[in-house]
Each structure stands twice: as structure tokens, then as C-alpha cells.
């Protein structure tokens, strides 16, 4: 067996088992939190409006936001343009500038901004998935096995919690009402709003997002293996 598949198998593997672990499944928690509301931060930030995550100490976890300030829209999108500018290389330089230019502006000022904000947990914690997953395959920092599985596990954990929780919402009826008032700090559950905001169904959104979960892991080894036969031409 190749050793990137292993890392894979093996993170595959010790996933789920800590997860069942009370201890390790509450430090995943935070882990997840963490990366979900700083998605939720990090749209706010990118459309001009002002956040702050907040994570309790009785696991729950949401964001703070304030009102859209257009000029702080501008100065990020100021902002984007020159790095991208300055530090990306043509053409991708070209292509990155011309979807700053076009999504930022029709984000900030449309009524997409919303769905975009609530969206964006869920879609950082896969992405971040994948990005884990790929750096298990090539090898992280140092190519250690210790290294290699650990990204393996945080990989596999945020693409299948992900997976569980919109698969159960698209199986089961006690899911989808334990969901309904299952929010942190009293608060709506991200997919429940976005339903609202969209004017579509819960059912939808969570089948959406697990056809997005489960073509991560796919994607990600296609990607890293077109990128091994390149490098071996």
C-alpha cells in the first residue's frame, strides 16, 4: 500500500473512535467551533461587517456581529486587490483580480450577503477539511507519521461530522426537531436559517451540503494526484 493511502485509512480509522471518546470529542468540539465561527468571521469581515467569535465554556459557540460599514467593505477589498496584485503571479494574478472585483461588490451589496455569512461555517470547516486531508497525503511540515495521521484525523473529523449531521437531517424527523432547538445561546441552527433566508426547505439545504461533504475527500486526492504526475514528468 502507498504511504499516503495509509495516512489516509488510518485517519479514516481513528476518527470515529475519538469522537466516541467523551473527552477527545469535546476538544474536537472547541476545534470545530473554532473553525466554523471563524468562517462565520471571516465572510463578515470580507463583506464590511465588523465580528467576533465566542466560544463558552459549556460548548456553545456563536458570532458576534455588528452593522456593514461600506468603507470597511472598501478597505478589505482595497486590500485584497493589492496583495493579490503585488504577490500572486500572472496569469492566476488576473483571475484572482477579476473575482475580487466582481463577487466582493455583488456580496457587500446584495441580499446574498446573508446567506454567504451563514454558509460560510459550514464551508470553512470542509475546506479546512480538505486542506488537511491534502497535507497528510503530501506530507504536512516535517513528514512525520505522527504529523501525517494527526492531519489525517482533524481531516476526516471535520468532513464527517459535517457528514453525519446533514445526513441525519435528510434521514430522520427526531434529527431534524432535536436540530430545530439544538442552537447555541438560544440562537438559531445555521442550515434552519438559511431556509428561512432562501425561502426553501431544511431537507434541501442539508442534501446540498452532503453532496458538498462528500465530493471533499474525492476531490482532494484527485487534485494531489494529478499534482504527483505532473511533478513526476
Same mark, same amino acid.
Given at each position: 500500500?502507498?504511504?499516503?493511502?495509509?495516512?489516509?485509512?488510518?485517519?479514516?480509522?481513528?476518527?470515529?473512535?475519538?469522537?466516541?471518546?467523551?473527552?477527545?470529542?469535546?476538544?474536537?468540539?472547541?476545534?470545530?467551533?473554532?473553525?466554523?465561527?471563524?468562517?462565520?468571521?471571516?465572510?463578515?469581515?470580507?463583506?464590511?461587517?465588523?465580528?467576533?467569535?465566542?466560544?463558552?465554556?459549556?460548548?456553545?459557540?456563536?458570532?458576534?456581529?455588528?452593522?456593514?460599514?461600506?468603507?470597511?467593505?472598501?478597505?478589505?477589498?482595497?486590500?485584497?486587490?493589492?496583495?493579490?496584485?503585488?504577490?500572486?503571479?500572472?496569469?492566476?494574478?488576473?483571475?484572482?483580480?477579476?473575482?475580487?472585483?466582481?463577487?466582493?461588490?455583488?456580496?457587500?451589496?446584495?441580499?446574498?450577503? %446573508? &446567506? $454567504?455569512? @451563514? #454558509?460560510?461555517?459550514?464551508?470553512?470547516?470542509? !475546506?479546512?477539511?480538505? *486542506?488537511?486531508?491534502?497535507?497528510? /497525503?503530501?506530507?504536512?511540515?516535517?513528514?512525520?507519521?505522527?504529523?501525517?495521521?494527526?492531519?489525517?484525523?482533524?481531516?476526516?473529523?471535520?468532513?464527517?461530522?459535517?457528514?453525519?449531521?446533514?445526513?441525519?437531517?435528510?434521514?430522520?424527523?427526531?434529527?431534524?426537531?432535536?436540530?430545530?432547538?439544538?442552537?447555541?445561546?438560544?440562537?438559531?441552527?445555521?442550515?434552519?436559517?438559511?431556509?428561512?433566508?432562501?425561502?426553501?426547505?431544511? %431537507? &434541501? $439545504?442539508? @442534501? #446540498?451540503?452532503?453532496?458538498?461533504?462528500?465530493? !471533499?475527500?474525492?476531490? *482532494?486526492?484527485?487534485?494531489?494526484? /494529478?499534482?504527483?504526475?505532473?511533478?513526476?514528468?
Amino acid at each position: 500500500m502507498p504511504e499516503e493511502w495509509f495516512y489516509l485509512l488510518i485517519g479514516l480509522a481513528l476518527a470515529p473512535i475519538f469522537a466516541a471518546t467523551p473527552l477527545l470529542e469535546l476538544m474536537g468540539w472547541y476545534f470545530r467551533a473554532l473553525a466554523h465561527e471563524m468562517g462565520h468571521t471571516a465572510a463578515a469581515w470580507l463583506t464590511g461587517v465588523p465580528a467576533v467569535p465566542a466560544l463558552g465554556i459549556t460548548a456553545e459557540a456563536a458570532t458576534m456581529q455588528g452593522q456593514q460599514s461600506l468603507i470597511l467593505a472598501f478597505f478589505v477589498w482595497a486590500a485584497i486587490v493589492a496583495v493579490t496584485h503585488f504577490k500572486a503571479q500572472a496569469p492566476q494574478r488576473y483571475i484572482y483580480l477579476a473575482l475580487a472585483s466582481t463577487i466582493l461588490p455583488v456580496l457587500c451589496l446584495s441580499g446574498l450577503r %446573508e &446567506g $454567504w455569512h @451563514l #454558509l460560510s461555517g459550514h464551508l470553512v470547516e470542509l !475546506v479546512l477539511g480538505g *486542506v488537511f486531508l491534502g497535507r497528510a /497525503l503530501s506530507g504536512g511540515f516535517s513528514s512525520g507519521y505522527v504529523e501525517r495521521a494527526l492531519y489525517s484525523v482533524l481531516g476526516w473529523t471535520l468532513i464527517g461530522h459535517n457528514l453525519a449531521l446533514t445526513a441525519s437531517l435528510l434521514a430522520s424527523s427526531d434529527a431534524r426537531e432535536s436540530y430545530a432547538y439544538s442552537g447555541s445561546f438560544g440562537l438559531e441552527n445555521d442550515y434552519l436559517l438559511l431556509a428561512h433566508w432562501s425561502g426553501t426547505s431544511l %431537507e &434541501g $439545504w442539508a @442534501l #446540498l451540503m452532503t453532496v458538498a461533504a462528500t465530493a !471533499v475527500a474525492p476531490i *482532494v486526492i484527485g487534485l494531489w494526484i /494529478l499534482h504527483h504526475r505532473e511533478a513526476a514528468q
